[in-house]
């Protein structure tokens, strides 16, 4: 059974940047594919990014802020977010699916606020 606990979030001015980490309890294989997600209040919960192996995919209105990576050794991956905007303001959560079913995060509270 796999556990996801992600940290990195917190309030940040229009512009600035935070990295946001997934840690997995267990190991998982370095071609995993995990994603990241989040969710605004009253609105569906959208993709923001997956990694699989060294393949990233972007949602438009993140690609060229955002950029995920991963560390196999310590069982993370990471969401750098950059230029953010008051729009980025979310719960962000990391999934993973594998043969036991889905696996969420509790998610981490970004704000992007001045």
């Known amino acids: 059974q796999v556990q996801l606990v992600e940290s990195g979030g917190g309030l940040v001015q229009p512009g600035g940047s935070l990295r946001l980490s997934c840690a997995a309890s267990g190991s998982i294989a370095s071609d995993q594919p995990i994603d990241w997600y989040r969710q605004s209040p009253g609105k569906r919960r959208e993709l923001v990014a997956t990694i699989s192996g060294g393949i990233t995919n972007y949602a438009d209105s993140v690609k060229g802020r955002f950029a995920a990576s991963r560390d196999n050794a310590k069982n993370t991956v990471y969401l750098q977010m950059n230029s953010l905007k008051p729009e980025d303001t979310a719960v962000y959560y990391c999934?993973?699916?594998?043969?036991?079913?889905?696996?969420w995060g509790q998610g981490t509270q970004v704000t992007v606020s001045s």
């Open positions: 999934r993973l699916f594998n043969i036991f079913g889905e696996h």
